[in-house]
């Protein structure tokens, strides 16, 4: 099927449309923007500045990409947005380019962005995560793969998101959200281990164990987080999703939820 511009979009002719696109009533397209094959734009969406947009993503009516970021330090320059494949971003989303000459805000690949949330500038996230409606991430947070975000959790600035995570509704982050954890609250903190999330991404049942006993030294025994990360080291089976923890804890700046 042969790409397909309704006659009310304005694409600007500098624009590369891949093929097999589908471009809705009153869309607008600025020149800047590289659009992959078979994305999918619903209608009134806006897609403007250094945009580079993979295959297969779909776009519902409203949502605006790669204008110019909402950070008062904005002082101009080039600065990018890129979005990998197969992504689904729905209404009213906004996804914001960087700030600082030359940086990049950047979306990996099937994600599902639900209505009216935000991702600020210098946002990276990774693939498969889900942000349910209304959640919020400010500048430069980091979201790793398979996380889930709930609706109307508002995500500080710096903060970061581990693998597998899941956050509650309504939650304020923060501090990091370590991997394979349910955290929620305001202020959010870690409840439990997000077992469900383990299964669904078939972790081994020694990760799913050495997990839990991590869990426990870290969030559950009193341990200061260096004093944690030795006695995890010490006595628990060092399982890839272990090891993963670990080095995300030893590389927090803002400390763990």
């Not at 500098?14 to 093929?19: L, N, V, Y």
């Not at 990018?80 to 600082?100: D, F, K, L």
């Not at 210098?122 to 947070?141: E, Q, R």
Request: proline share 4%; charged share 20%; hydrophobic share 35%.
């Amino acid at each position: 099927m042969p790409t397909n511009i309704h006659p009310t979009a304005i694409v600007h002719p500098d624009a590369a449309i891949g093929e097999n696109c589908q471009i809705g009533p009153y869309c607008v397209i600025g020149a800047e923007v590289e659009l992959g094959d078979s994305c999918s734009l619903h209608s009134h969406v806006v897609l403007d500045g250094k945009l580079k947009m993979g295959k297969g993503n779909e776009v519902y009516p409203f949502a605006s990409i790669g204008l110019k970021t909402q950070d008062l330090k904005w002082k101009g320059g080039e600065t990018y947005t890129e979005i990998g494949e197969n992504n689904t971003i729905r209404e009213y989303v906004t996804i914001h380019s960087a700030t600082g000459d030359g940086e990049f805000t950047r979306i990996g690949s099937n994600n599902n962005i639900l209505a009216y949330c935000h991702v600020a500038h210098n946002v990276t996230i990774g693939d498969y995560v889900i942000m349910s409606n209304v959640a919020t991430l400010a500048g430069h947070v980091l979201v790793e793969d398979y996380a889930v975000i709930g609706g109307l959790a508002a995500v500080h600035q710096f903060c970061r998101i581990g693998k597998m995570s899941i956050i509650g509704g309504c939650a304020k982050v923060v501090q990091d959200c370590p991997p394979y954890m349910i955290i929620d609250g305001n202020p959010a903190k870690t409840r439990a281990l997000n077992k469900i999330g383990l299964e669904r991404r078939s972790v081994s049942e020694a990760g799913k164990k050495a997990l839990k006993q991590a869990h426990r030294i870290l969030f559950r025994e009193g341990w200061n987080l260096s004093a944690g990360i030795k006695k995890v080291q010490q006595d628990v089976q060092m399982e890839p999703e272990v090891r993963h923890l670990l080095d995300f804890a030893a590389g927090s700046e803002r400390g763990l939820c």
